[in-house]
C-alpha cells in the first residue's frame, strides 16, 4: 500500500499544479465517473469473477476503496487535460496512455498492491487500448 499511497500523493500534486485546459465542472464529472468506473470493473473482476485482489488480503478494505477514488480520476485528468483533439495527433497518444497504463498496472503487481489469482497483464494491455479511446469519446460528449 505505501508504493500506491506515493503515487497518489505525486498525482495529487502534479495535477493540483497542472496548467488546466479543463473546467471545474468537466473535472467533476470526469473524476466521479472515472472513479465509478474503476470501482465497478475492479469490484466485477475482484470480488465476482475472482481475477485479482487489491492489499494485503482478498477482503474489500477502505484503505483500498479511498486509493480507488484517487488513482484512476487522477490519472484521466491528466490523460484528458493533456489529449490533442486531432485524430492523428491522438493515435500516438491513446497508444501511448495504453503502454503507460499497463505498465503502471506492472509496477502495482511489482509492488504487491495488485495480486493475481487468474488475470494476466496482456489482459490490462486489451483493456487500456479499449478503454483510452473510450474515455476520449466520453469527454468529447460531455463537452457538447
Partial sequence: MLYISIVVGVLLVVVWFMPKKLDKRDILIIWISAAFTEIVIDLTLDKTLGFYYFGDSNELSGGVLLIKLFTAPLFA???????????????????????????FEWTTVYFD???????KLWYSAIFYLFIVPVFRWYYLYIKH
Fill in 77 to 103: 485528468l491528466l490523460y484528458l487535460n493533456y489529449m490533442p483533439h486531432d485524430f492523428k495527433r491522438f493515435i500516438p497518444y491513446w497508444i501511448a496512455w495504453a503502454g503507460f497504463a499497463t505498465f
Fill in 113 to 119: 498492491y495488485l495480486n493475481y489469482t487468474g488475470w
